[in-house]
């Protein structure tokens, strides 16, 4: 038995770190949603026991490490399942990108092996066993538009904003994650207006959401590496609508409503980095 499966990127749209936890985890504030960049993910179950991850791209695991492996891994042995499956993943968002490749991965083969397996799992099930691998990905269970709180876990679904295109460039060199939280100054961060954005989510209100785009991560991630607040500048100066980098970075993405547009912008930045997609708003 098979089937395929789409794992679509997400975007931060407001990214927020209100606070650190005493789990090691920092609270965040953050509004997601989904676009049209994806990877695919074939999944096919097999007699032997073994999980096998097959990936297009040379830079990533395919042992336990994959985090695709470790959501087989956990179905299996949560629901004591006999047999096992080859996953082979078509890997197409840019990885470590701040754009959650690894995180809707692994969603994607929890809800194509609640297919499979036959579980009867209920998204909301998916996303809680999905917690235990990684923060984002309950959201990217469900896709969509989401108001992330907590580690990340806590959703709230919201519409969809006003679609609209997605330039994303990615810089070569990836930033860690853990260097940008040690330079975060908590006390010192201005915070996005992220009930701001949701109301403008909620009119469809394009050039407000355009205005609000924020994420205090940026000024960490522009003095570990220039090139992102070069690329981000670029963007702004070939008059994209709204410019904000991406999770914890490296790429940076601007909306555009005008087809045109979006493809100067394209065109713009193909010239200055090699990563860039024009892709559509999912939401
Ligand atoms: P996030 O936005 O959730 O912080 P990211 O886009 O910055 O994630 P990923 O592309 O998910 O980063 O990759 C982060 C790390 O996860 C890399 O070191 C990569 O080797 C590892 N990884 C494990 N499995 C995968 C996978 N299926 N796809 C991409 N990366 C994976």
Request: proline share 4%.
């Amino acid at each position: 038995m098979k089937t395929s499966v789409k794992a679509p990127a997400k975007i931060n749209l407001t990214l927020d770190v209100t606070g650190k936890r005493t789990d090691g985890y920092h609270d965040v504030k953050m509004i997601m949603t989904t676009v049209d960049l994806a990877d695919r993910i074939h999944l096919s179950l097999q007699d032997r026991q073994d999980i096998e991850v097959r990936v297009n791209n040379g830079q990533l695991p395919t042992d336990e490490n994959n985090l695709a492996f470790q959501s087989a891994a956990l179905l299996k042995s949560k629901f004591h399942i006999q047999g096992g499956v080859v996953i082979d993943i078509d890997k197409y968002i840019p990885v470590s990108a701040g754009l959650a490749g690894g995180s809707t991965d692994a969603a994607a083969v929890l809800r194509g092996l609640n297919d499979l397996w036959q579980l009867g799992l209920t998204l909301e099930q998916l996303a809680e066993i999905g917690l235990q691998i990684g923060s984002d990905v309950p959201f990217c269970v469900y896709g969509g538009t989401a108001l992330a709180e907590g580690r990340g876990e806590k959703l709230t679904f919201l519409p969809s904003p006003p679609t609209c295109w997605v330039v994303l460039a990615k810089p070569p060199a990836g930033v860690a994650t853990k260097d940008i939280y040690k330079r975060l100054r908590l006390n010192d961060i201005e915070h996005p207006d992220t009930a701001g954005m949701i109301r403008a989510i909620e009119n469809s209100d394009y050039r407000e959401v355009c205005r609000l785009l924020q994420n205090v991560m940026e000024t960490a991630t522009f003095e570990l590496n220039a090139d992102v607040k070069k690329i981000k500048d670029r963007m702004i100066e070939s008059g994209a609508d709204g410019t904000v980098m991406s999770g914890s970075g490296p790429t940076v993405f601007s909306l555009c409503r005008n087809d045109k547009k979006a493809l100067r912008l394209y065109n713009a930045l193909k010239g200055f980095v090699d990563q860039v997609y024009l892709v559509r708003m999912l939401g």
